[in-house]
């Protein structure tokens, strides 16, 4: 996929109240940047940010952090987003997570990841071993992990990933809005349904 540049990024990334710049400092210290003892759902890869602001709208005893490695995809997120309290945003790259919490997050968000389909690349995909094993890291207590791709063949792997991984899987689905009403999308999932596109989901919970 080839990214758009956003010419004046640098200045809204800079300006933005809700982009943690120095997110490694914030690292055990989340309680203090949300001021609440809330709960909070990290969504890895959070696009131009839809899913993350519907669902900080909707569930505001919630906080929500959205991670992004794209500065451009981040600038166009910006646009779109809100400086809601329970709402908060991270320039990083996923391999790094475990340098900004520490034991703090209780949901992680898979939306419509990248799914390296080459075999010598699936190290890379975020139900690989590599990085279930970084998610350890970070989870507060119970690990929760909610899933929602196109990709039928990431789905599998997730499957396997994680069953293998002693998750428990559950709200299994391989056309997701069949089976759901009133669910908050992401741009990709609005582009996907739109086309007819099968939407596969799980829940995994260790």
């Not at 490694?24 to 001021?35: A, C, N, P, R």
């Amino acid at each position: 996929m080839r990214l758009r540049n956003v010419k004046d990024k640098d200045e809204i990334l800079e300006n933005c109240s809700f982009l943690i710049k120095n997110a490694e400092k914030v690292k055990g210290h989340w309680t203090e940047e949300f001021q609440n003892d809330n709960p909070i759902y990290l969504e890895i890869g959070m696009g131009k940010g839809k899913f993350l602001l519907e669902n900080a709208k909707r569930y505001p005893n919630i906080n929500f952090v959205g991670i992004e490695k794209f500065d451009s995809v981040l600038a166009k997120a910006i646009k779109k987003l809100e400086p809601l309290p329970n709402l908060r945003i991270i320039r990083m790259d996923a391999s790094q997570i475990a340098s900004i919490f520490d034991k703090e997050i209780s949901l992680i968000y898979l939306n419509f990841s990248d799914p390296w389909p080459k075999n010598r690349h699936h190290k890379k995909r975020l139900t690989s071993p590599n990085f279930l094993k970084e998610y350890d890291k970070i989870f507060k207590d119970k690990k929760r992990i909610e899933m929602k791709t196109d990709n039928e063949d990431l789905f599998l792997y997730s499957l396997e990933s994680l069953s293998a991984y002693h998750y428990v899987l559950s709200d299994l689905s391989f056309d997701y809005h069949k089976q759901k009403n009133d669910i908050i999308m992401t741009e990709y999932e609005v582009k996907f349904h739109s086309k007819g596109c099968k939407i596969y989901h799980l829940f995994a919970q260790k």
